[in-house]
């Protein structure tokens, strides 16, 4: 803590050092990023020259060269990134980093890291290996054009928490690694945005600490292991996501106790056809089995395709709703205008407000799929469910993704004129 107040005095020589050491000259460069900001209040001055090469000061912006050496909660020999040992007091710990990081706060109550990952070995399937760096490559354009972090990962960081348990050391560990995020965003491999404008209303979720795509009445009415589906959810930063992970992983494989937890859990849902425990039947049996605890803080989010099955989307879906969009062109010039892809968010929150405001995803709707999952296609293994014909899985995987790169290839000028094909591209005409 000690070093907290050297911060403020570092800090002041943007305004007392550069001026007696600079004078006149300092005076002059103030008035020129004056008259800029201005313009560009979002400017960040970096002040080079008054001090050495290690001591460069941002008067604004995020200070991400500053780490107070005073011992934290990193350097507790402790505090453990494995799924395997519990987290006390993590709030504190937040909050304490955040404090002698001041640069993070403003703004972190709705900052987002997406973690996603892969197998580490190559794919069987001849195409495994391209689609999943499209399906990478989908999730890093929209977390550029939204601001948001993203990590990848293709390595376990347990070893018996494989296949669809993997996710949960990542989050664990991802959740330490970033305290400065306020939600971790786990996106399956397989699932890809479709919406590359459209942003969770986070306002939604202010009391709740999980927000995950499901039905209320499925779990509690119908009992069904597809209740919910587990391979998107938004997770906030915060201990009792720590109690959450703890009790999750207490189904998975690395329980000594995981052979049992497959027969209770068929037991329950009698609709889930393989005996082994997984993580999306895991969470349901926590919300169905302790309602009290879990479900006050845990949103079903049915109101629009958080992630939507990919047989209800694609088809005539796409077609569909590329016709839409283009009405909504037609009608108003604004949304026609070019402009930098830094300012893409203007542009969908005017279409929100203008043609979408109050409408809902979903067959009919004048709105796209927030995000298609293809559940069930195993890209990369390429052990699809037998109910899919051939190549269906992959041709539809393509046309998603052409679909989705549109909206992000149309800032840079061109478009793909057949889903179906990712090249060549034509150029898009002005207006």
């Not at 060269?65 to 040992?85: A, H, K, R, T, V």
């Given at each position: 803590?000690?070093?907290?107040?050297?911060?403020?005095?570092?800090?002041?020589?943007?305004?007392?050092?550069?001026?007696?050491?600079?004078?006149?000259?300092?005076?002059?460069?103030?008035?020129?990023?004056?008259?800029?900001?201005?313009?560009?209040?979002?400017?960040?001055?970096?002040?080079?020259?008054?001090?050495?090469?290690?001591?460069?000061?941002?008067?604004?912006?995020?200070?991400?060269?500053?780490?107070?050496?005073?011992?934290?909660?990193?350097?507790?020999?402790?505090?453990?990134?494995?799924?395997?040992?519990?987290?006390?007091?993590?709030?504190?710990?937040?909050?304490?980093?955040?404090?002698?990081?001041?640069?993070?706060?403003?703004?972190?109550?709705?900052?987002i890291l997406m973690v996603t990952g892969s197998q580490s070995t190559p794919c069987k399937n001849p195409i495994g290996d391209h689609l999943l760096l499209r399906c990478f490559k989908n999730k890093v354009d929209y977390c550029r054009i939204h601001g948001h972090d993203i990590f990848y990962s293709n390595s376990l960081l347990h070893p018996n928490m494989s296949s669809y348990w993997a996710k949960?050391?990542?989050?664990?560990?991802?959740?330490?690694?970033?305290?400065?995020?306020?939600?971790i965003w786990w996106v399956d491999s397989d699932a890809i945005f479709t919406d590359m404008e459209f942003k969770p209303p986070l306002h939604r979720y202010r009391q709740h600490n999980f927000v995950v795509h499901g039905w209320a009445n499925i779990i509690y009415d119908k009992q069904s292991w597809t209740a919910l589906n587990a391979g998107v959810f938004l997770m906030r930063n915060c201990q009792w996501s720590m109690e959450l992970l703890d009790a999750w992983k207490s189904m998975g494989p690395m329980s000594p106790d995981y052979a049992k937890w497959g027969p209770i859990q068929q037991s329950i849902f009698k609709d889930k056809m393989f005996s082994e425990s997984d993580d999306q039947t895991a969470l349901i049996y926590l919300l169905y089995k302790h309602k009290e605890l879990y479900h006050p803080k845990i949103y079903l989010e049915a109101e629009y395709y958080f992630q939507g099955y990919w047989i209800g989307v694609v088809g005539e879906f796409f077609a569909n709703v590329t016709e839409r969009y283009l009405e909504m062109e037609r009608e108003d010039a604004t949304l026609r205008r070019r402009h930098a892809e830094k300012v893409s968010e203007r542009y969908g929150a005017f279409r929100e407000e203008r043609f979408l405001k109050g409408e809902f995803g979903g067959r009919g709707s004048r709105r796209r799929a927030f995000v298609t999952h293809f559940t069930g296609c195993q890209p990369c293994s390429g052990d699809h469910n037998p109910i899919y014909d051939g190549d269906t899985c992959w041709n539809e995987m393509i046309r998603a993704l052409n679909f989705a790169d549109n909206q992000v290839l149309r800032v840079y000028g061109h478009v793909h004129s057949d889903f179906s094909k990712t090249s060549p591209l034509q150029p898009v005409p002005f207006d």
């Open positions: 803590m000690g070093k907290h107040g050297g911060m403020k005095t570092r800090a002041s020589v943007c305004l007392s050092n550069g001026v007696i050491f600079l004078a006149g000259a300092f005076l002059s460069l103030t008035l020129v990023w004056s008259y800029f900001s201005l313009f560009s209040p979002s400017l960040n001055f970096i002040l080079t020259g008054l001090l050495s090469d290690n001591d460069t000061i941002k008067c604004s912006g995020l200070d991400m060269q500053f780490d107070p050496p005073d011992p934290g909660f990193y350097d507790d020999p402790d505090l453990s990134y494995s799924i395997e040992n519990s987290i006390t007091g993590w709030d504190e710990k937040r909050k304490q980093w955040l404090e002698l990081h001041p640069t993070f706060k403003p703004g972190s109550e709705n900052r949960l050391p990542v989050v664990k560990a991802a959740m330490i690694a970033h305290p400065e995020a306020e939600w």
